[in-house]
């Protein structure tokens, strides 16, 4: 069974970059795409962006220009970089898992608490 | 920009009886590669992830008792929960795949809760 897990600080000031990695247990990386989703407190979901295991990426185009999404296939990992960061940032992060020729994510982590605040 | 518009934002019914969310799209949910609709339905509990219930707007999720259905094609959808149990209490979201693009996009959420 795979398994997703998010790690980063969960404190970043304003105008800096927030940077999280996504760590892929129990199966591997390859073969897949592997996405990022937020949160803000009480709010509802935003796709951020994917990744292909090859490289390829798409984002979400509120958030082009300030998102970048990598992967590191020999470490099993893919990680987020959002920069410019603001309180409107302040969100749970997830990371997911989209199956190709299946267009929806059906594998979460348990998602991080990213703070913006100085 | 894709808009996702659920309906209603909250919802109360009691134990038994029959639940309904509709979720409508202002583009076509037609993943091209298979003429199938590429809208998922997806409930979440405070504290945790979203838990994909159904998927191709209709086809439910391995483990993901029968109560739960979904139906719709084009850009109208729902979720139907036949008999409201405790434990389906939560916030339930669609979510669209715009192959073309291509991206996803949310819908806003609609609270369950038990009269």
């Known amino acids: 069974q795979v398994q997703l897990q998010e790690s980063g600080p969960g404190l970043v000031k304003p105008s800096e970059t927030l940077s999280l990695t996504c760590t892929v247990s129990?199966?591997?990386?390859?073969?897949?795409?592997w996405g990022w989703v937020r949160q803000p407190p009480g709010k509802g979901l935003q796709w951020i962006g994917y990744i292909y295991y090859r490289g390829s990426t798409y984002y979400n185009p509120s958030l082009k220009g300030r998102v970048t999404i990598s992967i590191d296939t020999s470490s099993n990992e893919f990680s987020l970089n959002l920069s410019s960061v603001t309180a409107a940032d302040t969100a749970v992060y997830y990371c997911a898992r989209v199956t190709s020729g299946a267009p929806w994510f059906d594998t979460w982590g348990q998602g991080t608490l990213v703070t913006v605040s100085s | 920009d894709i808009v996702m518009t659920q309906s209603p934002d909250s919802l109360a019914v009691s134990l038994g009886e029959r639940a309904t969310i509709n979720c409508k799209s202002s583009h076509s949910a037609l993943y091209s590669s298979n003429n199938r609709n590429s809208l998922a339905w997806y409930q979440q509990k405070p504290g945790h992830p979203p838990k994909l219930l159904i998927y191709w707007a209709s086809t439910r999720e391995s483990g993901v008792p029968d109560r739960f259905s979904g139906s719709g094609s084009g850009t109208d959808f729902s979720l139907t929960i036949s008999s409201l149990q405790a434990e389906d209490v939560g916030v339930y979201y669609c979510?669209?795949?715009?192959?073309?693009?291509?991206?996803?996009?949310f819908g806003q959420g609609t609270q369950l809760e038990i009269k």
């Open positions: 129990g199966g591997s990386i390859s073969g897949y795409y």
């Open positions: 979510l669209q795949y715009y192959s073309s693009s291509p991206m996803y996009t």
